[in-house]
């Protein structure tokens, strides 16, 4: 990009579990969080050449994610499997497609958008986790507990 010139954007997607902590994710949250950190740095240098970035951070969007994934981590409730399969339910309940994420990419590259929050659990993260670091992890707690009590 730099050698046509400048200009242009890099899109990156990390996750709204990479704006904040989630139970039973610790790997998938520790490179979510990596990318965004990426992604804020690197749109600092990029922009020295006219060149945007923008890093996605969808939440609960239905895609095959939670069936390809691996979980190793299990609660005092339920086994991993177990869990995976209730969260499955739970993404295909909300019905939040990709094809809707990737109309607000296209709408966050046109406006040069840093950090695009795509759904509503993304922004409630984000905003409590930069509140207080105490009641994101509470919150987190709770939600974990709500999916693997009804098992």
Known sequence: MIKQGGGGHIVNTASGAGLAPMPMMSAYCCTKFAVEGFSE??????????????????????TNITVTGKM????????ADDFIKKLDAFYVKRNYTPDRVAKKVVKAVKRNTAVLLVCPETYMGDFTHKLSRTFSIFQAKQLVNILTKRM
């Open 41 to 62: 740095t690197l749109r600092a240098e990029a922009a020295l050449n006219g060149i945007g970035v923008t890093s996605v951070c969808p939440g609960i969007v239905k």
């Open 72 to 79: 190793f981590s299990s609660t005092a409730h339920t086994k």
